[in-house]
């Protein structure tokens, strides 16, 4: 079984900055893409960053200019740095990776949420 556990989100004034954290953990054999989606409300679920294995990354136009991902392999952690917040960034930021385990080819998973909100 394969755990992902967000931490980092709150509460920050417009100009302000958070660094999210999420862990994956469990049966890990390798993990290959992770990354971060957020769900504003009354919005759909979007992309806000994607990091490959390697490093290779892939931002929204929205937030490219504003946000860094890294990532720890030999922690299976990945790292989201969002400088310059604006109260359109608030939303629940979900963690996925791309795991593949000892028992089990690539599954997809995702944390369980963590909320951003950005006052003006």
């Known amino acids: 079984q394969v755990q992902l556990v967000e931490s980092g989100g709150g509460l920050v004034q417009a100009g302000g900055s958070l660094r999210l954290s999420c862990a994956a953990s469990?049966?890990?054999?390798?993990?290959?893409?992770m990354g971060w989606y957020r769900q504003a409300p009354g919005k759909q679920r979007e992309l806000v960053a994607v990091?490959?294995?390697?490093?290779?990354?892939n931002y929204a136009d929205s937030v490219q200019a504003r946000i860094t991902i890294s990532r720890d392999n030999a922690k299976n952690t990945v790292y989201l740095q969002m400088n310059s917040l604006k109260p359109e960034d608030t939303g629940v930021y979900y963690c996925?990776?791309?795991?593949?385990?000892?028992?089990?080819?690539?599954?997809?998973?995702w944390g369980q949420g963590t909320l951003v909100t950005v006052s003006s």
């Open positions: 990091i490959s294995r390697g490093g290779r990354v």
């Open positions: 469990g049966s890990i054999f390798r993990i290959d893409v």
């Open positions: 996925i990776a791309d795991v593949y385990s000892i028992v089990s080819p690539r599954v997809e998973h």
